[in-house]
């Protein structure tokens, strides 16, 4: 099975850069992704990790290290609409679907 | 609009009826997936089809019946449900999973469940 650890809430001001921790135990591993849902949306995706390192993708990036279980998604120059749950999901190898974290909550305030 | 259309967008539903959700997905995928999230809870798994063969069926009570006729529809047929199913069901789909294009996944906007 499988099992992903992240905070449930961060909070941070317009502007900060905020950081989103997940740790995962798993059977198997094939690389994490970030999901981000607002309240009452579908949940959207917002990058992949299959290799070690950093990944960027504008204002958003997202970090893996497989030697230490772990991975982050890097937000940068935070906005209102940044407030949000967001969602590590890690993906078995085989026949993969995603099994996802219990979400951390980001609340942005000005 | 994200390509993944679910109905209805709210349903309240006693113990003993008989209801569906609807999926249909604009993307030309072949997997599609659903998910309950509930409140505190990570998204949990419940079913995969991948090519119209369900994959994946993650222990789900068999009050949940999952029909996929074809690529673009997926439905979740609901019966004698108890308060606890109370949820938001999210239907997803992608491309193959056992391909790394799989690893994106679509989510619709989701059904509430309400059962009372």
């Known amino acids: 099975g499988q099992s992903l650890e992240q905070p449930s809430e961060v909070t941070a001001v317009e502007g900060a850069i905020v950081q989103i921790n997940c740790t995962y135990q798993?059977?198997?591993?094939?690389?994490l992704s970030w999901y981000q849902q607002h309240d009452g949306g579908a949940p959207t995706f917002l990058s992949y990790?299959?290799?070690?390192g950093l990944e960027e993708t504008g204002r958003f990036s997202s970090f893996l290290s497989r030697s230490d279980s772990y991975g982050y998604l890097l937000l940068q120059e935070l906005q209102m609409k940044d407030s949000a749950s967001y969602f590590c999901?890690?993906?078995?190898?085989?026949?993969?679907?995603?099994?996802f974290g219990k979400g951390t909550m980001l609340l942005v305030s000005p | 609009e994200t390509g993944v259309t679910q109905t209805p967008r709210h349903l309240v539903m006693g113990m003993t009826n008989k209801k569906s959700l609807k999926c249909e997905q604009h993307?030309?995928?072949?997997?599609m997936y659903w998910y309950k999230q509930s409140a505190k809870k990570p998204l949990e798994l419940m079913f995969v089809?991948?090519?119209?063969?369900?994959?994946e069926n993650n222990s789900v009570p068999s009050r949940f019946s999952p029909e996929c006729p074809n690529s673009s529809h997926l439905f979740l047929h609901l019966h004698t449900l108890q308060p606890e199913d109370s949820a938001l069901y999210l239907c997803?789909?992608?491309?193959?999973?056992?391909?790394?294009?799989?690893?994106?996944?679509?989510f619709g906007e989701g059904s509430w469940l309400t059962v009372v």
């Open positions: 997803a789909s992608s491309q193959d999973p056992r391909q790394l294009s799989g690893n994106t996944i679509y």
């Open positions: 798993t059977s198997g591993f094939y690389g």
């Open positions: 990790n299959g290799l070690d």
């Open positions: 999901a890690a993906r078995n190898s085989g026949y993969s679907t995603l099994t």
């Open positions: 993307l030309g995928h072949n997997a």
């Open positions: 089809y991948n090519f119209k063969e369900q994959t």
